[in-house]
């Protein structure tokens, strides 16, 4: 079953604007991440926030997790084209060995 | 280069035909897994692997089968393939902690079944 849902499906800006995605979860988790898929290809590791932690940054990336609404938001800042892709979150249950994927934000950046 | 490779990138095949799908890592992660990924349904877990000679299924391992005789290599069976079975695949691999999970992911081989 799907541990993480993100929100929203599909989303367009333009470029320079800032792009924000949501993923909720149902269980607790040892930690979350956000991936980026280029289309057709394999995913690339954003960034990971743990448990305990509230927010954390990654160069234009800023990543917030609230454990008691068990829900964390990706911002992307002054977006540019080549960052047109999709946009997983996947979480890591607690106690669990493996990695549940969302279904994914598709987001473009018009130039 | 550290990197997860998969062959074959591409494949179309007939129902019933066995085949199977390699993946090799250079990483030397203990953690591998296999991965379908179909329209509006994100990415579902076949099957994963904790080390050599431990596997365990995912959500989706209906139809498949995997192997970890080595640490590097974790290929995919699917003894039968039938047309359900068309989709993207990706093999992963991590070093596994008790809080970081972050997987490396290979190319992607798109199977068509028909």
């Known amino acids: 079953s799907q541990q993480g849902e993100e929100d929203p499906q599909a989303l367009s800006i333009q470029e320079g604007e800032n792009a924000t995605m949501n993923c909720s979860y149902k269980?607790?988790?040892?930690?979350l991440q956000w991936y980026r898929q280029n289309s057709g290809r394999g995913l690339v590791h954003l960034i990971l926030?743990?448990?305990?932690?509230r927010e954390k940054h990654s160069g234009r990336l800023r990543v917030t997790l609230d454990t008691s609404k068990k829900s964390s938001s990706l911002l992307i800042t002054a977006s540019r084209a080549a960052d047109t892709a999709s946009y997983f979150c996947?979480?890591?249950?607690?106690?669990?060995?493996?990695?549940?994927f969302g279904t994914g934000t598709r987001l473009t950046i018009i130039p | 280069e550290a990197q997860v490779t998969q062959n074959p990138r591409y494949l179309i095949t007939v129902t019933g035909k066995k085949l199977t799908v390699t993946c090799s890592q250079n990483?030397?992660?203990?953690?591998m897994s296999w991965y379908r990924q179909d329209p509006g349904l994100g990415l579902r877990q076949i099957y994963y692997?904790?080390?050599?000679?431990?596997?365990d299924k995912g959500d989706v391992p209906e139809g498949y089968k995997v192997s970890r005789k080595e640490k590097r290599n974790f290929p995919l069976i699917l003894e039968s393939p039938s047309p359900n079975q068309t989709s993207l695949y990706f093999c992963?691999?991590?070093?596994?902690?008790?809080?970081?999970?972050?997987?490396?992911f290979g190319p992607g081989t798109r199977l068509t079944v028909t």
């Open positions: 996947a979480t890591v249950q607690t106690g669990a060995n493996n990695l549940f």
């Open positions: 269980t607790s988790i040892n930690n």
């Open positions: 926030i743990r448990s305990n932690e």
């Open positions: 990483m030397n992660h203990e953690y």
């Open positions: 692997s904790m080390n050599v000679e431990v596997t």
């Open positions: 992963a691999s991590a070093r596994p902690s008790a809080l970081s999970y972050e997987q490396y």
